[in-house]
């Protein structure tokens, strides 16, 4: 596109976006739109495009829309100014007034003019490629699955294309087009399944420790409960050969021999139900992660082994 673009405009250059001034708005689209004349006369396009748009959002006119498609063009931008001509032409269909003609047949002609000097970008899915829940990105524009296998008009520029499903690793590229005549294809991969990688617990480490130490645990804690009844009933036994016995000093060191045989059997069964304690509450922690409070809210099981005592201590706030 070149300057004599401007010069085609006629009205639309005179008149600005609107011919009524009467609100504020209107008055500062009118001061805008301005502006953004003089910046395009100083070649200072990406501010003038920048006046234009604001000017046009405060009242919205074919004028400054056209003089918007003109500033894009002379920034490079000729996708954008493309489309910019197309809403003119767009809006001013079925206008039978001389003005909305002259206006419809200016964006036309451009348009026309602007359409094989484009740049084309095909974001290729095949169909084996299109899983469910596919979302494709070109940067944080979502490009709609309608768009997807058809050449479509952009700005030149470097794009990132990004595209992620669930369950799938993400996977991104980078692509540079030309302001002009450049056609590129960018072909989406089948999207590798994502790893299940284990969530570590607060300590570090695997949130689901191995199950060995649950397992020795358990298996010491039946083996002291076995010794424990052994050394019982050995007890009992040695104590009723007390009893049966005539010599007063052998009386005495049995029963002596049996108290030992039952402490030692005691020790044992509170050594077994520490171990077993011990193994259900590493078994629950890693079953369901360790227990946090929260909000002075949760439980804790802690399990408890000593002399003449054992069991589990259940503490928690509620």
């Given at each position: ?276 304690g011990g193994a259900a509450w590493l078994w629950l922690r890693s079953s369901s ?30």
């Amino acid at each position: 596109m070149n300057r004599h673009l401007v010069s085609t405009f006629l009205m639309a250059m005179i008149a600005g976006p609107g011919t009524a001034l009467a609100d504020p708005e209107a008055a500062q689209a009118e001061t805008l739109f301005r502006q953004g004349r003089d910046l395009m006369a100083a070649k200072k396009y990406a501010e003038a495009c920048a006046s234009f748009e604001a000017s046009e959002k405060l009242d919205a006119a074919p004028t400054t829309l056209l003089n918007l498609a003109d500033c894009r063009g002379q920034n490079g931008q000729l996708a954008t100014a493309w489309g910019v001509f197309i809403e003119v032409g767009r809006k001013l269909r079925g206008q039978t007034d001389e003005r909305s003609t002259a206006l419809a047949t200016v964006a036309s002609s451009h348009a026309y003019k602007l359409e094989p000097r484009l740049s084309k970008l095909t974001i290729q899915v095949p169909a084996a490629h299109a899983i469910d829940g596919l979302e494709i990105r070109r940067n944080n524009d979502v490009v709609e699955p309608g768009a997807w296998n058809h050449a479509l008009p952009i700005d030149g520029g470097t794009y990132a294309i990004v595209a992620h499903a669930p369950g799938r690793v993400e996977w991104t590229s980078k692509i540079t087009l030309k302001p002009e005549g450049d056609n590129q294809t960018i072909a989406i991969p089948d999207l590798e399944l994502a790893k299940v990688v284990p969530i570590s617990n607060p300590n570090g480490g695997s949130a689901r420790p191995s199950r060995t130490l649950q397992i020795a645990l358990g298996v010491t804690a039946v083996a002291l409960g076995g010794a424990a009844i052994g050394f019982h009933l050995w007890g009992n036994s040695t104590y009723d050969k007390s009893l049966a016995s005539t010599d007063a000093d052998d009386r005495t060191s049995l029963w002596h021999s049996a108290n030992t045989k039952r402490y030692v059997a005691e020790g044992m069964s509170v050594a077994a139900i520490g171990c077993a304690g011990g193994a259900a509450w590493l078994w629950l922690r890693s079953s369901s992660g360790e227990a946090q409070v929260v909000g002075r809210r949760g439980t804790t099981v802690q399990p408890i082994a000593a002399a003449y005592r054992a069991g589990f201590v259940i503490a928690g706030w509620f």
